[in-house]
């Protein structure tokens, strides 16, 4: 009998788009205070039901005053009135000056602001102008940030500090967003300890710790999942199929660690097909090849199964590339792609690989990029010591000075 030919590898990119074609949007919203929507997607358009700024104000502390006024440096006005921020006041008679403070609303009339640091405050509520105003200096006018009825936040914006401030400068006070992600996690192996469970004196061999299912979760808490920890299944078949099925129930993905390739104590692949489908995947990047993806169903329809590799490194990076984007299209963000920047080598990489590789670097002072030592896939550290990873080509060698793809940590973990 001819051995079997194996699968040709699957391309990242490839993987990517047929896990995004699966990835419709969940249904169901909430309501959430514009305070606590941090992190979350929104779920409809934010629209503006007032113009930002509401009047013309002034942009700087000073006086407003009229052009035709002041036609040399050193003319002096009287001050007829003072606006701080919060207050309107009267329209300016011709011949005067009001007292202005950043933020207050230019009073009718005033077509400048001259900033105090060009004025000079006199005796009996008068100013010295020293410098000639410009039509409309130091003013910023009514609707020139946000005009009223216009979108000012799309649908599918994940929100960052700054949306919130800019939500709540329209006055939304709440936000409708989509529903977190329902994410059960569960961790295969008989190798597999918790850490404060055993001493590390009292490790028996084989035996180490369940760092994978630390730094998964944590990477789903930023994602804004609401994560079940159903700890660690034994590497037995029947424990599989029952941690599958109760996963199934309630959650829109199950993400499990180890148990992916095809060795007699990898289970998963033959439970998830025994309760629904799965697609085994050997992707074209490294670390990180072995991949699974299915579906379970369930009595009110069915979950996501995403399989990642048990090395952490390869878990680590692998849940960047494909669960995060994933997880993001679930919630209705279209853009998932992570942001690359151009960055220098300061290293020499004369080993190319057939595989599309991720290289764990840091950035020193001047940008340049340093290498890890090791990039085994079994090495943490080097994630810990990294902030990102170099995105290098299938067959590409690096030289010193060379220009690469870095992709931050920033824009892979959160």
């Given at each position: 009998?001819?051995?079997?030919?194996?699968?040709?590898?699957?391309?990242?990119?490839?993987?990517?788009?047929?896990?995004?074609a699966?990835?419709?949007?969940l249904?169901?919203?909430?309501?959430?205070?514009t305070?606590?929507?941090?992190?979350?997607?929104?779920?409809?358009?934010?629209?503006?039901p007032l113009q930002?700024?509401?009047?013309?104000?002034s942009?700087m502390?000073?006086?407003?005053?009229?052009?035709?006024?002041v036609p040399?440096?050193?003319?002096?006005l009287?001050?007829?009135?003072r606006?701080?921020a919060?207050?309107?006041?009267?329209?300016?008679?011709a011949?005067t000056?009001?007292r202005?403070?950043t933020?207050?609303?230019?009073?009718?009339?005033?077509?400048?602001?001259?900033?105090q640091?060009?004025c000079e405050?006199?005796?009996?509520?008068r100013?010295?102008?020293?410098?000639?105003?410009?039509?409309?200096?130091w003013?910023?006018?009514?609707?020139?940030d946000?005009t009223?009825?216009?979108?000012?936040?799309?649908?599918?914006?994940?929100?960052?500090?700054a949306?919130l401030g800019?939500?709540?400068?329209?006055g939304?006070?709440?936000?409708q967003?989509?529903?977190?992600?329902?994410?059960a996690?569960?961790?295969?192996?008989?190798?597999l300890v918790?850490?404060?469970?055993v001493?590390?004196?009292?490790?028996?061999?084989?035996?180490?710790?369940?760092?994978?299912?630390?730094?998964?979760?944590?990477m789903?808490?930023?994602?804004?999942?609401?994560?079940?920890?159903?700890?660690?299944?034994?590497d037995?078949?029947?424990?599989?199929?029952?941690a599958?099925?109760?996963?199934a129930?309630?959650?829109?993905?199950?993400?499990?660690?180890?148990?992916?390739?095809?060795?007699?104590?990898?289970?998963?692949?033959?439970?998830?097909?025994?309760?629904?489908?799965?697609?085994?995947?050997?992707?074209?990047?490294k670390p990180?090849?072995p991949?699974?993806y299915?579906?379970?169903?369930?009595?009110?329809?069915?979950?996501?199964?995403?399989?990642?590799?048990g090395?952490?490194?390869?878990?680590?990076?692998?849940f960047g590339?494909?669960?995060?984007?994933?997880?993001?299209r679930?919630?209705?963000?279209?853009?998932v792609?992570?942001?690359?920047?151009?960055?220098?080598?300061?290293?020499?990489w004369?080993r190319?690989?057939?595989r599309?590789?991720?290289?764990?670097?840091?950035q020193?002072a001047?940008?340049?990029?340093?290498?890890f030592?090791?990039?085994?896939?079994?090495?943490?550290?080097?994630?810990?010591?990294?902030?990102?990873v170099?995105?290098n080509?299938?067959?590409?060698?690096?030289?010193?000075?060379?220009?690469?793809?870095?992709l931050p940590?920033?824009?892979?973990?959160?």
């Amino acid at each position: 009998m001819k051995p079997q030919a194996r699968a040709p590898l699957k391309p990242l990119d490839e993987a990517l788009a047929e896990l995004l074609a699966q990835a419709a949007p969940l249904a169901g919203t909430d309501t959430v205070n514009t305070f606590d929507a941090d992190g979350r997607v929104l779920a409809q358009a934010a629209t503006s039901p007032l113009q930002v700024p509401p009047n013309d104000n002034s942009s700087m502390d000073g006086y407003a005053v009229r052009c035709a006024d002041v036609p040399a440096a050193g003319v002096e006005l009287p001050v007829a009135q003072r606006i701080p921020a919060g207050a309107f006041g009267v329209p300016l008679a011709a011949g005067t000056a009001a007292r202005i403070f950043t933020g207050a609303p230019v009073p009718e009339g005033a077509d400048a602001i001259v900033m105090q640091e060009d004025c000079e405050a006199l005796d009996g509520d008068r100013v010295r102008v020293n410098a000639v105003p410009a039509q409309g200096q130091w003013i910023r006018r009514a609707g020139e940030d946000i005009t009223r009825g216009a979108e000012v936040l799309a649908a599918g914006t994940r929100l960052t500090p700054a949306e919130l401030g800019l939500a709540a400068s329209i006055g939304l006070g709440t936000l409708q967003v989509a529903r977190r992600p329902r994410v059960a996690l569960f961790s295969t192996g008989d190798e597999l300890v918790m850490p404060g469970d055993v001493p590390p004196a009292q490790m028996k061999p084989g035996v180490i710790y369940n760092s994978n299912r630390f730094f998964l979760r944590a990477m789903l808490l930023r994602l804004g999942c609401e994560v079940s920890d159903l700890g660690i299944v034994p590497d037995r078949r029947e424990a599989t199929v029952a941690a599958l099925r109760e996963a199934a129930q309630g959650h829109d993905l199950i993400l499990t660690s180890g148990g992916v390739s095809v060795g007699e104590e990898d289970h998963i692949k033959p439970a998830v097909e025994r309760l629904g489908t799965l697609q085994l995947w050997q992707i074209a990047m490294k670390p990180g090849k072995p991949f699974a993806y299915g579906q379970i169903p369930h009595a009110g329809g069915s979950a996501h199964f995403m399989g990642l590799p048990g090395n952490p490194v390869s878990s680590f990076v692998t849940f960047g590339l494909l669960v995060r984007p994933f997880l993001l299209r679930l919630q209705g963000v279209r853009d998932v792609a992570p942001k690359a920047i151009a960055a220098k080598a300061g290293f020499d990489w004369p080993r190319a690989d057939k595989r599309r590789e991720f290289l764990r670097v840091r950035q020193g002072a001047d940008g340049t990029l340093e290498l890890f030592p090791n990039q085994s896939s079994g090495v943490l550290t080097s994630a810990a010591w990294a902030d990102g990873v170099v995105d290098n080509p299938a067959g590409q060698t690096i030289a010193r000075g060379d220009t690469v793809r870095f992709l931050p940590f920033a824009e892979l973990l959160s």
